[in-house]
C-alpha cells in the first residue's frame, strides 16, 4: 500500500509513503519518524503500523494557505481527528466540502482514496488507517451498514458526519498516542485501543442497521450544552442540579441528558465526577490532606470521597504520592 501526498499550488512538494501489504511488516511493530519542508512551512508526520492499521500523527506546520492532494491505491477506512486547527477537504466524487475544526472527526470509507484538502493555518492531525481485510473481518455478517460497503466489488466511497471529539475519544486517543509499553505488548494494547475507539465510532455515526442518520443533539442544540459543560466546570464544590443546568441552559432535561453524553462521552453527573477526581488528585499530589481535599472539591463526607476516588484511580488517596 502506497500513499501519494503532494501540493496543486506548490508543484515541488511531492511526500512518498511505502508501506507493505496491508501493513504486515516484519516486526511486531513498525514505526517510522518523516519531516519534509514545503514551500509553505513543514509536514511532520509519525506514524506506527501493525497488520491491518496504521496511526498517524501528522502536524501541518503551515504559515500561509496551501492545498494537499492524498491518493492512496486500495481500500480502506480513515478515522481522522483534528485536534488543532482546521481544514477543508473534498471526498473523491462528493460534492460536499468538509469543514472540519478543531475537536472534531469523521470517518470516511473508500476503495481508492483520493482527498482534497485546503489548510489556511498550523493544523495537528490524528488519523487512524484500517484495510479493508481488517475491516471485513471485524464485521463479517454484522447488520451494518458499513459491512454492506465492504462487501461490495465495485468503487464505492462512504462518509460519516462530522461529529465532536467527546471526553471519552480524546482519552483513548491520548492512550494510544502516549502508550510506552514493551513492542509485543504495546502492539496488542494498541490493536485493543483502536477497536475500542472504533466502536464508539461505529455507534455514535449513522452506519447503523439501515437507520438513517440522525444527530441527538441537534447544531442550535451545542452551544447551549457548551453552557451547561462551563456551568458543571465552574461549580464543582456546590454543583448544579440536572434541573437547574436544563434551566440555565435553555434546554428540557431530555435533550440536557442525551445531548450531554452525546457530545462529551459523559453523563452531568460522570463529567462533574471525572473533573474532581483529577482536580482531587492535583491536590494530593500537591501535598494537600485527604480532608482538606475532600472539603475543596464538594463532598461533605470524606468517606465518600475515598470510595469515589478508589473508584476511579483504583488507589486509596491517603497512597496518592507526593
Known sequence: MDITITSPTHNTFTLQLNYPREFSGLQQLEERKIKQKAPWGNFYINELWFDGACVFQSEIEANKSCQLNMKCEGACWLMNFVLDGELSTAVQTQNDLLNMKAGHYNCLYCTNLNLQTAVQKPTRLFIICLTKRFMKHLLWKSPL????????????????????????????????????????????????????????????????????????????????????????????????????????????????????????????????????????KELLQAGQTVSEVADIVGYKNAHHFTEAFKKRYKQLPSLVKK
Open 145 to 280: 451498514i458499513l459491512n454492506d460497503t465492504l462487501q461490495a466489488d465495485e468503487q464505492s466511497v462512504l462518509v460519516t458526519g462530522i461529529q465532536p471529539i467527546t471526553e471519552q475519544l480524546q482519552i483513548i486517543i491520548d492512550e494510544i498516542t502516549h502508550a510506552q509499553h514493551p513492542a509485543y505488548i504495546r502492539r496488542i494494547y494498541l490493536e485493543a485501543k483502536i477497536l475500542e475507539l472504533l466502536s464508539h465510532q461505529l455507534q455514535d455515526s449513522a452506519l447503523g442497521a439501515g437507520t438513517s442518520p440522525k444527530a441527538v443533539a441537534e447544531n442550535q442544540d451545542i452551544e447551549k450544552l457548551r453552557h451547561v459543560k462551563k456551568f458543571i466546570e465552574e461549580n464543582l464544590r456546590n454543583p448544579l442540579s440536572l434541573t437547574e443546568l436544563a434551566k440555565r441552559s435553555g434546554l428540557n432535561e431530555f435533550k440536557l441528558k442525551k445531548g450531554f453524553k452525546a457530545t462529551y462521552g459523559f453523563t452531568a453527573f460522570g463529567y462533574l465526577t471525572e473533573l474532581r477526581m483529577q482536580k482531587a
